[in-house]
Every structure is written in structure tokens, then in C-alpha cells.
Nanobody
Framework: QVQLVESGGGLVQPGGSLRLSCAAS?????????MGWFRQFPGKQRELVAT???????NYADSVKGRFTISRDNAKNTVYLQMNSLKPEDSAVYYC????????????WGQGTQVTVSS
């Protein structure tokens, strides 16, 4: 059983920063998983925020480029999302995802963490 547990969400003022963490536990060979962050706005489908492969290559949604940074620590089975210059439109539930790099059907989701950007 694999679990992904997010932490670090909360309330922040516009222009502020938050760092999300996602720790993987269970029977997972973490380094062979593409790790990612997604977010979901009320009434909308989940959308990609950023992904990172084992070698460190990253991919970002246009809306967060230059403001968000994804990173991973394979020794700790953890992926991070550093979010800077936050805007009210970044408010959403953020989900961690782990997907086997060779088998897209082997995928796991965290429970989600709320990020609210408001003054």
C-alpha cells in the first residue's frame, strides 16, 4: 500500500510564499516515479501545476512559471512545491501525484491540501 501525504497548505496573503511537501510511504521505489503537483478549483477539473522526473527535469504550467519551483529528495521519498508571489487565483486544493515512469496506470494521489491566497 502506497500513501502520499501532503502538508504545508494554509492561508497566505497575496505576494506571499508557501512550501508544500508530499511524503511517500509504503511499497514504492520512489526514484522511478514521476512526481507532480496538481490543483483543483471549485467546480473545475484537476489541472497540472508541475512535474519532476528522477533526473531532475521539470515541467510547469504556464500560469506558475517563474513563481513556483518543484523539487524532490529521493532519500526522503519527498517532493516539494515552493510557491512564491502567490496570487488569489492560486487558491485551490493542491494534490500530490506519483506516476510510474513506464506504467501510467501505476499512479497514486494524496488527499489534497488547501491553499488560500487572500488579504
Amino acid at each position: 500500500q502506497v500513501q502520499l501525504v501532503e502538508s504545508g497548505g494554509g492561508l497566505v496573503q497575496p505576494g506571499g510564499s508557501l512550501r508544500l511537501s508530499c511524503a511517500a510511504s509504503g511499497s514504492i521505489f520512489f526514484s522511478i516515479y514521476v512526481m507532480g503537483w496538481f490543483r483543483q478549483f471549485p467546480g473545475k477539473q484537476r489541472e497540472l501545476v508541475a512535474t519532476i522526473r528522477n533526473g531532475g527535469s521539470t515541467n510547469y504550467a504556464d500560469s506558475v512559471k517563474g513563481r513556483f519551483t518543484i523539487s524532490r529528495d529521493n532519500a526522503k521519498n519527498t517532493v516539494y512545491l515552493q510557491m512564491n508571489s502567490l496570487k488569489p487565483e492560486d487558491s485551490a486544493v493542491y494534490y500530490c501525484n506519483g506516476r510510474h515512469q513506464l506504467n501510467v496506470g501505476d499512479s497514486y494521489w494524496g488527499q489534497g491540501t488547501q491553499v488560500t491566497v487572500s488579504s
